[in-house]
C-alpha cells in the first residue's frame, strides 16, 4: 500500500448519484473486463473517470488523471495533488496516487499511472487502455510502455462508453432537467431576434437565462446570422442582423454534467415562401423520423427517413454529415457522446433508455430535438414549439 494514499475523508453531499448507481456501474464494467480478458482497466476519458468514480475538474484535464480500475475491488483514482480536494469531495472512490507539478510534467504524470498498477500488482499482466481518448496522447501512451515494460498495453473494447448508452431513472431526469433549461436560454435567444441586434447580444441573453434556470458549465451555443450560417460551428460575435436574416442557435445546457441540445431557427421579419418552404420539408421529414424511433429499429431506417426527403427536394446537393447522435454525459471539446451515430453505412438497433440529439439542416436554418426511447416510442425531451419563428 505504499505506492498509494489512502484518504479518510467522509463521503459528502457532492456525489451527483447514490453509492448504490456508482457500486453497479463498477460491477457492469467489472463483467466486461471479465469476459474480454483484461485484469485492468487505465481510463482517461474523462467522461468514463466521471461515470465510474464521480470526479470532476472543470478544466483540470490540461495535466494527466486518469482511473485504474481492476476486474476485481476498488478503483485507484490518478491525479494532480492539486485535485485531491475536489476528489474527495466530489467522487467515492478513496485511493489515489498523485502527483505534483514538474519540469518536465510527461514522466512524473505517468509514474503515478506506474505506482497505481504496480500497487495492484497488476504490473506483468494485460492492461487495457482506451486508446480512442483524445486525453492519452501520443507522449503520453510512449511513457506508459516505457514505464511499465512488462505489461502487454492492448486497446480496450470502449467497455464504460457502452454502458452509458442506456441511461438510467436518474440520468433521464438530470436530461429532463437539461432540457427546460436550454428551452428557457432558446426563448431568451429568439426574443431578443431583431433588426440591429448583435450576435453577441442574443449570447448574453441566451446564457443569462440558462444560469438563471439552473444549468451548469460549461455552457456553449452556436449562434450565426445571415451569411455566417454556412459555418457549421461558427462562434457568435459582433455582425449586427439585418432585416431578412436567418439567425441560427444550436444551444445546450448542461444539468449535473449531462447535456441536454436543441437548434432552432428565426427570421429578422417576415419569412420568405422559399424559407417558409425549406422549414416546412425540414420540420416535416423529422417528424416523420422521429415518429420511427421505437427499440429494435436499426438505425439505417432512421438515417434513410432524415436524408433521403431532403435530397429528394433538392434542399442539399449532398448529405454527408450525422443527422443524430446520442447525448448524455458530456465533456469539452466533445459536442455529444457519439457512441452511436445516425450515419450512412452504420446499422444497430435503438433500445429503450438511449437519448439522441437528432437535427436537420437546410437553406441556412437548422431544427434539432434531444428525444428519448422507450418502450411506448419516441418522447421529445425538448418541447419548445417546433417552427421557424420570425420577428416581426
Not at 105 to 127: H, S, Y
Not at 205 to 227: Q, Y
Not at 253 to 281: L, N, T
Request: aromatic share 8%.
Amino acid at each position: 500500500m505504499d505506492n498509494f494514499v489512502i484518504s479518510d475523508a467522509p463521503l459528502t453531499s457532492g456525489l451527483e448519484f447514490p453509492l448504490e448507481e456508482y457500486k453497479m456501474r463498477l460491477r457492469r464494467a467489472q463483467e466486461e473486463m471479465k469476459k474480454h480478458g483484461l485484469p485492468l482497466l487505465l481510463l482517461h476519458q474523462p467522461e468514463n473517470i466521471l461515470y465510474l468514480s464521480g470526479f470532476y475538474t472543470s478544466t483540470g484535464f490540461f495535466s494527466y488523471h486518469a482511473l485504474a480500475v481492476p476486474s476485481e475491488g476498488d478503483p485507484v483514482l490518478i491525479v494532480r495533488d492539486m485535485e485531491v480536494p475536489a476528489a474527495e469531495a466530489l467522487s467515492w472512490v478513496r485511493t489515489f496516487t498523485v502527483y505534483s507539478d514538474a519540469a518536465d510534467p510527461v514522466p512524473v504524470w505517468l509514474d503515478a499511472a506506474r505506482r497505481a498498477v504496480e500497487g495492484m500488482g497488476l504490473e506483468n499482466g494485460k492492461i487495457g487502455v482506451d486508446e480512442h481518448s483524445w486525453f492519452l496522447t501520443v507522449e503520453r501512451w510512449k511513457k506508459m510502455q516505457e514505464l511499465l515494460p512488462n505489461a502487454t498495453l492492448v486497446a480496450e473494447p470502449r467497455i464504460v462508453d457502452h454502458l452509458r448508452i442506456i441511461k438510467s431513472p436518474r440520468e433521464i431526469e438530470y436530461m429532463r432537467m437539461a432540457c427546460r433549461q436550454v428551452e428557457a436560454g432558446m426563448r431568451a435567444g429568439l426574443n431578443a431576434v431583431k433588426e440591429g441586434a448583435v450576435e453577441k447580444e442574443l449570447a448574453a441573453a441566451v446564457f443569462n437565462a440558462e444560469v438563471h434556470a439552473g444549468a451548469g458549465i460549461p455552457l456553449i451555443g452556436i449562434i450565426t446570422s445571415g451569411s455566417r450560417t454556412n459555418q457549421l460551428h461558427g462562434a457568435y460575435g459582433d455582425r449586427v442582423l439585418e432585416r431578412g436574416d436567418i439567425a441560427y442557435f444550436e444551444l445546450v445546457a448542461s444539468c449535473h454534467k449531462y447535456d441536454a441540445k436543441m437548434m432552432r431557427s428565426a427570421i429578422v421579419g417576415p419569412a420568405s415562401d422559399e424559407q417558409k418552404r425549406v422549414a416546412e420539408i425540414i420540420l416535416r421529414t423529422q417528424d416523420k423520423a422521429i415518429s420511427l424511433m421505437l427499440p429494435g429499429t436499426p438505425s439505417s431506417v432512421i438515417d434513410s427517413a432524415c436524408r433521403e426527403p431532403i435530397l429528394k427536394a433538392g434542399l442539399r446537393e449532398t448529405y454527408t454529415n450525422r443527422v443524430g447522435y446520442s447525448i448524455g454525459l458530456n465533456y469539452r471539446p466533445s459536442a455529444g457522446e457519439f457512441i452511436r451515430e445516425f450515419v450512412p453505412g452504420k446499422d444497430w438497433k435503438l433500445e429503450s433508455g438511449m437519448i439522441f440529439h437528432m437535427l436537420m439542416m437546410a437553406g441556412g436554418m437548422g431544427f434539432s430535438e434531444s428525444v428519448l426511447v422507450t418502450d411506448n416510442g419516441p418522447e421529445r425531451l425538448t418541447t419548445l414549439e417546433r417552427v421557424l419563428f420570425e420577428n416581426m
